[in-house]
């Protein structure tokens, strides 16, 4: 007979090898769909545009869709706080739902 901790850890365990065995193969398709999009955007897409894939000027047009389409994902994701316009951190809150504005001097003052 189990002690009730061993049991009741031996029963918690299972959903965590669930978990793993889910993750695993999720990460097995994110890896399968990144070598295809990498071998379309550096292989086929500079061939029939008549570029060479490592050309300097393919570089640096990639690196460059590919900054603007994480800066996109990150300002449009859901969740996300908005960059107060005043200069103020976003991150930093009163715990009553209004930004700090850290004054020069020590000073904190509530925004509205």
């Known amino acids: 007979m189990l002690h009730p901790r061993a049991r009741t850890m031996l029963l918690l365990s299972i959903p965590a090898v669930l978990i793993g065995i889910a993750s695993s193969l999720l990460l097995i398709v ?11 955007l550096w292989r086929n897409l500079p061939a029939t545009f008549g570029v ?3 050309s ?9 869709l590919t900054g603007i389409a ?5 300002r449009y ?23 700090v504005n ?3 001097g020590g000073r904190r003052e509530p925004r509205p």
Request: hydrophobic share 45%.
């Open 70 to 74: 994480v800066g996109l994902v990150i």
């Open 30 to 40: 994110v890896m399968k769909i990144a070598a295809v999009l990498q071998h379309l």
């Open 102 to 104: 850290y004054r020069p």
């Open 77 to 99: 994701s859901p969740g996300q706080r908005t960059v107060n316009r005043r200069g103020g951190s976003p991150f930093t809150s009163t715990g009553t739902g209004h930004c």
């Open 56 to 64: 300097p000027f393919w570089i640096i047009l990639m690196l460059t």
């Open 52 to 54: 060479a894939f490592d």
